[in-house]
């Protein structure tokens, strides 16, 4: 498949801390977008089931707003990586933090032997963002701020990875449609 023809994985992770290699994955949102169209293909809003509670930081939950109540039908995180590699096979991975959200994804496919199928390039829409917009008097490139300066809303708290998958997609279309 030619580069400009696979689908982007809009991809959005929520956690319980900042270490892919002691915090767990506890949500995935994909929004998969036709890169030539820029329409929606598919979607993917997964809570999981974290198995180490004990290791997550209070400002992560606090963040996400995990709790055991909305998190009682939780995937496991075999099942969820499984959805999400054959959702987003083929595709180009994107989000607005590339190195944050391709690490969690990456060490949730390396910990359940799920096989990565996406094409080996990322796509980072704080690079993008930055590129477009350094010169715009924008301080600063977190995703709220380059939505608010995009005319677009901001990710709602507590932050559920499909909502900030879907922020991101906003964010993706402004930048390359313009």
Same mark, same amino acid.
């Given at each position: 498949?030619?580069?400009?023809?696979?689908?982007?994985?809009?991809?959005?992770?929520?956690?319980?801390? *900042?270490?892919p290699?002691?915090?767990?994955?506890?949500?995935?949102?994909?929004i998969?977008?036709? @890169? @030539?169209? *820029?329409?929606?293909?598919?979607?993917?809003?997964?809570?999981?089931?974290?198995?180490?509670?004990?290791t997550?930081?209070?400002?992560?939950l606090?963040?996400?707003?995990?709790?055991?109540?909305?998190?009682?039908?939780?995937?496991?995180? @075999?099942?969820?990586? =499984?959805?999400?590699?054959?959702?987003?096979?083929?595709?180009?991975?994107?989000s607005?933090?590339?190195?944050?959200?391709?690490? &969690?994804? &990456?060490?949730?496919l390396?910990?359940?032997?799920?096989?990565? *199928?996406?094409?080996?390039?990322r796509?980072?829409l &704080?690079?993008?963002?930055?590129?477009? *917009?350094?010169? =715009?008097?924008?301080?600063?490139f977190?995703?709220?701020?380059?939505?608010?300066?995009?005319?677009?809303?901001?990710?709602?708290?507590?932050?559920?990875?499909?909502?900030?998958?879907?922020?991101?997609?906003?964010?993706y279309?402004?930048?390359? =449609?313009?």
């Amino acid at each position: 498949m030619k580069i400009l023809e696979r689908p982007i994985a809009i991809t959005d992770v929520e956690t319980t801390g *900042l270490d892919p290699t002691t915090h767990e994955i506890v949500e995935i949102g994909l929004i998969l977008v036709n @890169q @030539q169209t *820029l329409e929606i293909i598919d979607t993917l809003d997964v809570k999981i089931s974290p198995e180490h509670l004990g290791t997550a930081t209070e400002s992560a939950l606090k963040l996400n707003g995990y709790n055991t109540t909305e998190w009682l039908n939780a995937l496991a995180l @075999q099942t969820a990586m =499984s959805l999400y590699g054959e959702k987003a096979k083929d595709a180009i991975f994107c989000s607005h933090n590339v190195t944050f959200d391709w690490s &969690f994804i &990456f060490e949730g496919l390396k910990k359940t032997g799920v096989r990565n *199928l996406m094409d080996y390039h990322r796509v980072d829409l &704080f690079t993008m963002a930055w590129m477009k *917009l350094r010169n =715009s008097g924008l301080e600063k490139f977190n995703m709220n701020e380059v939505a608010k300066h995009l005319g677009i809303t901001e990710e709602p708290m507590p932050h559920r990875a499909i909502n900030g998958a879907m922020t991101a997609y906003e964010i993706y279309k402004r930048l390359v =449609s313009n």
